[in-house]
């Protein structure tokens, strides 16, 4: 156990706490802080896990035919509905050592990076994504937006399986 310094105000106040909290000590209330902060990560993990479940699922109910565009757009979705809070991390967000910008509150930021753009509007939000590009400036956009949003590499890979990389069936 290490020894630390704390101003006299500073502990009294934690004194108090620990008297309201029934602990016998400081420290007997710092390590059941300790505790309620680990098991609140817990918590949220599990949250996370269950809305990454959530949302692969629906997108295995949305019935095939639809474009690279549209999946690339249903894709940015999910990842804003997966991390609505930490979404404006993905602001401007390019290619490494790229240009064109693929996410943008602001569509003229999108329409003035490139010639050719085609702004989106997510909507589960106000947000746009560009549109325009193939599928690996797509996969590249998604790992990254992933990467930025502490996304699992994991549900990346399967979101990417469910829209971008979903192979149409096509039995004409």
Known sequence: MKTISVNDGLYDLLTRAASR???????????????????????????????????????????????????????????????????????GLTKEGGQVVFVSSNRRIIENTAGITNPVKLSNGNWYVNAAGGVRDFEIILDIAARRLGTTVGFVEQLKQRTILRPEIDFD
């Open 21 to 91: 909290a029934g602990k016998t000590d400081v420290p007997a209330l710092l390590e059941t802080v300790a505790e309620v902060v680990h098991e609140r990560k817990l918590v949220k993990k599990e949250e996370r896990r269950l809305n990454e479940k959530n949302i692969l699922q629906r997108l295995d109910e949305i019935p095939p035919r639809r474009t690279l565009c549209d999946w690339f757009v249903t894709a940015m979705a999910a990842l804003l509905k997966l991390s609505p809070d930490r979404f404006s991390e993905l602001e």
